[in-house]
């Protein structure tokens, strides 16, 4: 046979032992001669040496051969040429048997001196197409077999009930079970227990929401959790099917573990200040103007204050950059120690330190920055075998809801440090208020008659 046929020419291989029937189904074919090729072959090994050598379209097969019956006869036969669609032919009009024949991976199947050639034609053309898209379909699975079980992003579907049916590699090793382990099993099993309330309730939103998929970016971070009880951090895409026996569910989750720690990292480089940890300057002013406007709305007393370190370039100077740096972390320490967790503090350069405290008052800054300035005071810090000592000059002011921005408060805080400093440092020194301010504060300190 010419392995380079024309399209329009179909190449059949009829196998099959007996001459009277092999001689029905060429003359059936007889009108369609032009549009087809035959071979006959009588055993099935015959058949299967001529299908090693040549190519073909279709095959008639007998189950009744010498060599070969019943449907081992099909299935050596799919063994040798999986991708060729069988025709059987049988003398058993029995629909069991065709179910059987199709079972057993044929395409159809024709009942001997019962067929007319349009009849014959066409199962053997439905044959070749139905072999086709079987062959389309399995490449397709294949293919997305191939992709689910490469898929760096784990991948699991569910049943209507939100039970586990697929679960690929890389969700095993993202949760840390095995397929065998989770599969059939509750998909809540992969949510901390404290979430799965409103996990449950989230999908039965989105199982009533018009939209078949929901991306990534079309949703909030959700969290995970191992079989060891670790939780992470994931992003998921979730798709639905309506399937006739239920609602049909597929996610992709992907663990983002470490672009939040990246962004965490890259955030606190934003807002940091690199040798002390404390909030840079710009970082340290959009808190500070936050707690200024929290104050105009809710008429609570901020207070903010300025601290620098005294003859700290005597201290660079004398001892060297690492000292002063040394100094500087050890000042920030300590003032981390004695600030509550809602104060803010920051280094806006140099030797020179911000502060905000929220819910206090003139007052109580005042007494804050004395304690601070005492207890830097008592603190050495050690330089190798050389132990040093230095002071600070602290401003304190008070903020106003008449202030146009914080920097009109941290500038009479600034003010109030240069008068510490010129008053011969290590003190604190506190802003004049305003006469209003004063009187406000008497008549708050009065007791009624």
């Not at 001196?113 to 898209?133: C, N």
Request: glycine share 6%; aromatic share 4%; net charge negative.
């Amino acid at each position: 046979m010419d392995a380079h046929l024309p399209s329009t020419t179909t190449a059949i291989l009829l196998v099959e032992d007996d001459d009277a029937d092999a001689g029905l189904v060429i003359r059936t074919l007889r009108p369609y001669a032009r549009r087809f090729i035959l071979t006959r072959a009588t055993t099935l090994q015959e058949a299967r040496a001529f299908l090693l050598r040549n190519a073909c379209d279709v095959v008639l097969l007998d189950l009744s051969l010498p060599d070969s019956f019943g449907f081992d006869t099909v299935r050596r036969m799919r063994g040798d040429v999986p991708s060729l669609p069988l025709v059987v032919l049988t003398g058993l009009d029995d629909e069991d048997f065709a179910l059987q024949a199709l079972a057993a991976g044929t395409q159809d199947y024709l009942v001997k001196g019962q067929a007319d050639g349009p009849l014959v034609w066409r199962a053997i053309q439905h044959a070749i197409a139905r072999k086709r898209l079987e062959e389309q379909l399995r490449l397709s699975e294949e293919r997305l077999a191939g992709i689910i079980e490469l898929a760096q992003d784990a991948i699991l579907t569910t049943d209507e009930n939100l039970n586990i049916t697929l679960f690929n590699p890389a969700a095993e090793r993202l949760f840390g079970y095995q397929a065998e382990q989770i599969v059939g099993r509750p998909l809540w099993l992969l949510i901390p227990e404290r979430l799965r309330t409103d996990h449950t309730r989230a999908i039965a939103d989105f199982a009533q929401a018009p939209v078949p998929t929901r991306a990534m970016t079309d949703r909030s971070e959700v969290t995970g959790v191992t079989f060891d009880g670790r939780e992470f951090p994931a992003e998921v895409s979730i798709a639905k099917l309506q399937h006739p026996h239920g609602m049909l569910y597929t996610a992709v989750v992907r663990d983002i573990s470490e672009r939040k720690r990246v962004e965490a990292e890259l955030r606190r480089m934003a807002t940091t200040d690199p040798l002390t940890g404390l909030w840079n300057r710009r970082r340290f002013l959009e808190l500070a103007e936050g707690e200024l406007s929290r104050l105009r709305r809710y008429a609570r007393p901020v207070s903010v204050l300025m601290l620098d370190i005294d003859h700290f370039k005597a201290i660079n100077d004398t001892h060297g950059h690492a000292a002063g740096d040394e100094a500087l972390c050890r000042l920030a320490d300590l003032c981390r120690s004695e600030l509550r967790e809602t104060d803010h503090l920051g280094r806006l350069g140099g030797e020179e330190f911000a502060m905000v405290l929220p819910e206090t008052s003139l007052a109580e800054a005042v007494e804050v920055a004395e304690r601070l300035r005492q207890r830097l005071g008592d603190m050495p810090v050690p330089l190798g075998d050389a132990t040093l000592r230095m002071t600070v000059s602290i401003g304190v002011a008070g903020c106003r809801d008449s202030d146009a921005s914080i920097d009109r408060a941290l500038g009479r805080a600034d003010r109030a440090l240069y008068a510490a400093k010129g008053g011969g440092r290590n003190r604190v020194v506190a802003d004049d208020p305003e006469p209003a301010d004063r009187e406000r504060a008497r008549a708050e300190t009065m007791v009624p008659g």
